[in-house]
């Protein structure tokens, strides 16, 4: 049994190994990274720490970060992720290398949903080779599941970009 604390610990563990096999996954690729869900920024900061040099969207309903981990204006598309979403598509189509969708809340059933609904999005904005970093599960097509050796299944989901189609 794990308590509360132990349960964040973990999430975050394998948020930030997630992330940072993913790092590695997409060095050579070129484009954008993307984060679906700014939150206090935490995860933002790890991305521009890591990613030096490749321009980082993030995608939130509003702006709650610690005032550090805030991305600049030009990067920051607010509004509900359903509806900046397709803008987005229209402009990055094909093209980004990696995205991280922490779209998730206590409410399970709305947080999967909400990953179903913006998966064709996902899938039309990563390039073929792109990688997805998820805080939920997800079946959709173009996305390769990716099972690194060191992946904690219940809390973060990899997957690759395999098909150049354009879903949705």
Not at 50 to 63: A, C, E, S, T, W
Not at 110 to 129: D, V
Not at 145 to 157: D, G, I
Request: charged share 20%; proline share 8%; glycine share 8%.
């Amino acid at each position: 049994m794990f308590s509360y604390l132990d349960r964040m610990i973990r999430r975050l563990t394998a948020q930030r190994e997630s992330l940072e096999w993913a790092f590695a996954q997409v060095q050579a690729l070129p484009g954008p990274a993307m984060e679906f869900g700014l939150g206090n920024g935490r995860s933002y900061d790890h991305l521009r720490t890591h990613l030096p040099g490749r321009d980082i969207y993030v995608f939130d309903n509003r702006v709650a970060a610690h005032p550090a981990c805030i991305p600049p204006e030009d990067r920051m598309l607010l509004g509900d992720f359903r509806e900046t979403a397709p803008a987005a598509v229209a402009r990055f189509s094909a093209t980004v290398a990696l995205i991280h969708g922490d779209v998730g809340s206590s409410d399970i059933p709305a947080s999967r949903a909400l990953a179903f609904e913006l998966a064709p999005y996902w899938a039309a904005l990563l390039q073929p080779g792109g990688v997805l970093v998820s805080d939920q599960p997800l079946a959709y097509p173009g996305f390769a599941e990716l099972k690194p050796e060191r992946q904690f299944p219940e809390h973060y989901y990899l997957f690759r970009r395999v098909d150049t189609r354009l879903i949705g």
